[in-house]
């Protein structure tokens, strides 16, 4: 059984950063897509961000410029840097593992078979 477990969330004002950690367990964390989606208050979840097993990045297109993603395989972990945070940031952020090894794109939430159970992020004006 997979599991994931986040861990960085916080309040922070508004130009600020955090940085996420997500670290995995139950299987070959290499191969492996690993994905971030967030879900704001009365609001649906949405991509933020993906790393590929061979570490290619994709990035909603809000977050371009702002978020990087990186996993350290070591580790098991995946983590997403947040510079320049807005209040529109606001939301209860997910880790995903994807259902397929070795995929190049895995961006929309289907792709993914596990998820953590959320790190609530607060960015205050």
């Known amino acids: 059984q997979v599991q994931l477990v986040e861990s960085g969330g916080g309040l922070v004002q508004a130009g600020g950063s955090l940085r996420l950690s997500c670290t995995a367990s139950?299987?070959?964390?290499?191969?492996?897509?690993m994905g971030w989606f967030r879900q704001a208050p009365g609001k649906e979840r949405e991509f933020v961000a993906a790393i590929s097993w061979s570490e290619s990045t994709y990035f909603a297109d809000s977050m371009k410029g702002r978020f990087t993603i990186s996993r350290d395989n070591r580790k098991n972990t995946v983590y997403l840097q947040m510079n320049s945070l807005k209040p529109e940031d606001t939301a209860v952020y997910y880790c995903?593992?994807?259902?397929?090894?070795?995929?190049?794109?895995?961006?929309?939430?289907?792709?993914?078979?596990?998820w953590g159970q959320g790190t609530q992020v607060t960015v205050s004006s």
């Open positions: 995903a593992a994807d259902r397929r090894a070795l995929r190049l794109w895995a961006l929309i939430q289907n792709d993914y078979e596990y």
């Open positions: 139950g299987r070959t964390f290499i191969s492996y897509a």
